[in-house]
């Protein structure tokens, strides 16, 4: 199996080739949890998946209807997850980013007492259903009698919430996130034993992300390599391994097989897309002919053109009141037909804002 097979299949098994799925929730609960610290990038993400009528507008809605909601989760950063996996999610994953986020306590010099304190100071904060800002949270903790001076303190206090499944993004408002007490966001839904738990999450991983290795979903998850191991073997009877050039390789059963990709194939994808931004090995999305580019971090600052599968340059937005600009860079040329494909995306991108969007190419 070649590069251009691995990736080629992780196209069909990340949705981006195939039939799209119908919702955002469809999308998120496809992957398991979908990376959203930059939220106009996730949205553009799930759109990538979803029916090409879909709009930014449509996306966002689902984000503050809470038929996707957005937490700390597995690795210290934000992501989107369908409702009723957050519990389940959180109980799994967060023993492994609470340790992580002990070091910024421990640097403030955050007590564990007070995390404790935050935790009714959210509750009381939050409670029948109200929906408050950053700014408004701070407030609050600061008049319950904690000491939020340092900005990040209440950022190690609200994470420490999110893992503890009390806190949660509730809708925007405007440009604003709000947080809203879990329990008033997401309906109660049955619990899933550990070992439930883990097998389903890594069916998951390996069904949405794979052919890939043990290592690349303990990174994604945050769990441990031996984790993973004992996850795959509760999977046993729903992912398969083929070893290539010494690596294993895993993927859900039949996950191996390689699309027919309607060439020319251009897509813009957003740096955190979860066909970039889930594995430690890179190496089989990138050109050859790129030797040097061996790790997505080498482009990471920008948003990434994808041609066939393989990275083959990168992209910035503007995003304005009324507009939109594009400025695109490729460190490989296209063809006509690839330079009319890229067209095609931008326009894509274009209907999906709602907004002109200008084009700039540069060196």
């Known amino acids: 199996m070649t590069n251009a097979a691995i990736a080629h299949a992780r196209l069909r098994n990340s949705r981006l080739v195939g039939p799209p799925l119908a919702t955002a929730a469809d999308v998120v609960r496809w992957f398991g949890a979908v990376q959203s610290q930059d939220v106009p990038g996730a949205l553009w993400a799930l759109r990538q998946r979803m029916p090409s009528d ?93 000491d939020v001076t340092d900005p990040l303190a209440t950022t190690v206090l609200g994470i420490h919430a999110e893992l503890e499944s009390v806190i949660c993004n509730g809708p925007r408002r405007g440009r604003q996130f709000t947080f809203m007490l879990v329990d008033d966001r997401i309906p109660a839904a049955p619990e899933l034993r550990q070992d439930d738990a883990l097998r389903e999450l890594v069916v998951r991983y390996f069904t949405s992300h794979g052919p890939a290795l043990v290592h690349d979903m303990s990174w994604w998850s945050g769990l441990t390599v031996s984790d993973v191991r004992r996850g795959i073997v509760l999977a046993a009877d729903a992912v398969e391994c083929r ?3 010494g690596k294993d390789y895993w993927a859900a059963a039949g996950g191996f097989s390689s699309p027919e ?55 910035r937005r503007a995003l304005r009141d009324g507009s939109a600009t594009v400025t695109i860079t490729l460190l490989l040329p296209l063809t006509p037909a690839e330079r009319a494909a890229l067209d095609d995306e931008v326009a894509a991108y274009e209907r999906f804002l709602g907004v002109p969007v200008e084009v700039r190419f540069v060196a």
Request: charged letters at 25%.
């Open 54 to 146: 879909t709009t930014m507008a449509d996306v966002g809605a689902a984000f503050d209807d809470g038929r996707i909601v957005r937490t700390h989760v597995m690795r210290p950063t934000w992501h989107f997850l369908a409702p009723e996996d957050l519990r389940w999610m959180e109980r799994l994953t967060s023993p492994r980013v609470h340790r992580q986020n002990a070091s910024l306590q421990r640097r403030l010099g955050i007590p564990d007492e007070v995390l404790d304190g935050a935790i009714e100071a959210f509750r009381t904060a939050l409670g029948g259903g109200r929906a408050l800002t950053r700014a408004e949270l701070r407030t609050r903790l600061a008049d319950a009698g904690l």
């Open 261 to 315: 990709l309607q060439r020319p194939f251009v897509r813009l994808l957003s740096n955190y897309d979860e066909y970039l931004g889930s594995y430690t090995d890179y190496s089989p999305i990138f050109d050859e002919s790129l030797p040097k580019a061996r790790s997505v971090s080498d482009v990471l600052g920008v948003h990434i053109v994808v041609r066939d599968g393989f990275v083959v340059g990168g992209w």
């Open 243 to 245: 070893t290539i050039d």
